[in-house]
């Protein structure tokens, strides 16, 4: 029994499936997912962080795993996800923060990653979109990205075909052997799985803090569109904009704090997110807006996602924070092996949810 149905809980579910399991999901309709909001960036280059060794060998390995899961994806979910390698390209507004951008593509480099720093005149050569006042970017040229929403459209999809059921229902509690449904009755498993997202915390005891994020969608005049996924920090605040092969554009993102019924967008989130595009690539200006959702990042006090069994026994798939899109289809596969006794990772140990034992 899985709990929850983002790109968590259907990763999970289809892996335990596809390992000879007879898997049910239950998902509460009126929790609606963080997974559609997200941008659909696989981009563990320009997420590389310092002191974040386990989590950038993780992401580096998720992405390579996307390469081949995303046509297994496409033949087992009839639909074409858009998986693109466009590279992302990092825009510096001043010399501050080309400096910044130095430090990191050394960092990158260490990982292992290609990484290469550009003078003004050469970011602009390569992406026209971007202002022509900024001081310079770095280029990675293996980030990907995939459609977020067709993505999870494929995965429901493979999973009714490998004869998952769908429960719509809210959960209460969960033990090691049953689900509590909010009207009080109890379904049975051998194994449940809370892949519940934000609201983890309601229903296992972990430190999560959910950090609420609104992304835009929209679509721009043919040949205004960038190359590249691009993005920046700007006053502060980072953004990026992530051009589509079917002409979506997907702008973002905010971040802040906030509680999980707070979904209407401010008027100052739309203001800002905008106008940090615009002052990255001057053309978003023209964008016409079809779509503005918030959602919530499930994050962790380490940036590490919670993946195994709790002392309670019950399993545990959440807390993938900024990079869910990327590392759940690969954290899935290192849990179900867990789970049907195929194996332990190492990095488990790591993962666990014992390590997170208080709540927020
Ligand atoms: C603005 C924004 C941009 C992002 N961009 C990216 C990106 O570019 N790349 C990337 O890799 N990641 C990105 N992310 C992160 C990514 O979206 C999340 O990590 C991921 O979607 C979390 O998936 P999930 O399945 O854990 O949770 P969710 O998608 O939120 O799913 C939770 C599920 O649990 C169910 N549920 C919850 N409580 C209960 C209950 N009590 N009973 C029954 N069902 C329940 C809900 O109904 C839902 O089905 C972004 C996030 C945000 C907010």
Known sequence: MVVGAGIAGMTIAVELARRGARVQVIADPSRSPTTPVAAGMLAPAAETDFGEDLLVRLEQDARTAWEALAATLERNGDTDVLFEVRGSLVAAQTPGDLDHLRR??????????????????????????????????????????????????AYDTWAAKLGIERIEAAVRAVHPDAV?????????????????????????????????????????????APRHCLRGELRGRRVYIVPRASHEIVIGATSDEAPLTDRDPRARDLLDLLDDARTLAPAMGELAVTDVSVGFRPATPDNLPIVGRGDDGVWVHGGHYRHGILLAPFTATLLADAIVGDGVDPRLAALSPTRLRSRA
């Not at 915390?201 to 721009?220: C, H």
């Open 104 to 153: 990191m593509v050394d960092l990158q480099r260490r990982f292992g990653m290609t990484a290469s720093l550009l003078g003004a005149r050469d970011l602009v050569d390569l992406e026209p979109a971007l202002s022509s006042h900024l001081a310079g970017g770095a280029l990675l040229p293996d980030d990907a990205q995939v459609d977020n929403r067709r993505a999870l459209a």
């Open 180 to 224: 509590e449904l909010a009207d009080t009755s109890r379904l049975q498993a051998d194994t449940v799985v809370v892949a519940a997202g934000s609201w983890l915390r309601d229903l296992v005891e972990v430190a999560l803090q959910p950090v609420r994020g609104v992304t835009i969608r929209g679509t721009l005049p043919v040949g205004l």
